[in-house]
């Protein structure tokens, strides 16, 4: 059987031109977190696609680099196809394009991802100079595991039940606007009080703040509803039962009655510690 995979060295369409889609990732709050490679390459380029060129214009600015030679190009969720077609004709001309974001990776939460796949099929290089990345940033700070984690961009203003209901055992990452977060917070704490929740607030920039708290402990006092936020949930995963182990120690609390017996059959049910389940027993007596 004949397979599709390709393995590809760089470039995807080396028998013909070299010019690609470069992917520039800019800092999320910190100017002084912008790389090396990225800055030579908001120097030299000729085109960007960029959410809003007039922001992006006056951070070039910023850096001291002029916009005289550049063509700032307007791409965002709503660009039509036309602009695809740009963006080829500009690469079959042998141009180099690059695609910013208004902060952080063009790829998260931005519209990179169809011009990105578009141009993958049609057999483009595509590259990246990669750069701060706030899920990423707000990952490190929340202590909270690492592994799995997943990243669902912003809370659904709708379906939200059934959203939550997706979320599974792991860490997991989502973005806020400022006008809903308290909002956002109250249900996600009372639909899991004993998820470990960090809320990362303006990252990078100077009033950068981290609160970390357990569901049921929310206070939306402690929170000032102002900059950007992303909410960090790790949700702890339960054990499934070991069936024929289930059904011995069953057995056994039948046999022998006693709470050290039916504190083993409700560990294992619940996926606990026997002894923090032995002791909430007796404590409870």
């Known amino acids: 059987m004949e397979s599709s995979a390709r393995l590809v060295y760089g470039a995807t369409n080396l028998g013909e031109n070299l010019a690609k889609l470069v992917l520039v990732g800019l800092p999320i709050g910190n100017k002084e977190d912008l790389t090396a490679r990225a800055l030579h390459a908001l120097e030299v380029g000729k085109y960007f696609l960029a959410e809003d060129t007039r922001s992006f214009g006056l951070f070039l600015k910023l850096l001291g680099i002029s916009t005289d030679n550049k063509t700032l190009i307007s791409f965002h969720d709503f660009s039509s196809n036309k602009k695809f077609t ?31 796949r578009h141009l993958i099929e049609k057999e483009y290089e595509i590259d990246t100079l990669p750069g701060v990345s706030s899920p990423i940033v707000a990952l490190e700070l929340s202590g909270l595991p690492p592994h799995p984690f997943s990243f669902h961009g912003f809370f659904p203003r709708e379906k939200r039940d059934k959203f939550m209901s997706s979320l599974g055992p792991g860490t997991h990452i989502i973005f806020e606007s400022p006008h809903r977060i308290l909002d956002a917070l109250a249900v996600l704490t009372k639909a899991f009080p004993e998820g470990e929740f960090c809320v990362c607030r303006e990252l990078t920039k100077k009033f950068q703040s981290t609160y970390r708290f357990r569901g049921e402990n929310f206070a939306s006092d402690d929170i000032r509803a102002q900059g950007e936020f992303i909410i960090v949930l790790h949700l702890r995963g339960t054990k499934s039962p070991d069936g024929p182990k289930l059904k011995k120690l069953a057995q056994d609390f039948l046999d022998k009655g006693g709470k050290k017996a039916l504190a083993k059959v409700l560990a294992e049910i619940l996926g606990e510690d026997v002894k923090k389940i032995y002791a909430g027993m007796t404590r409870d007596a």
Request: glycine content about 10%; cysteine-free; proline content about 10%.
């Open 86 to 116: 740009q963006v080829e004709r500009l690469l079959n001309g042998g141009e180099d394009v690059y695609l910013v974001s208004e902060a952080g990776s063009p790829i998260i939460s931005d519209p990179a991802f169809p011009l990105v």
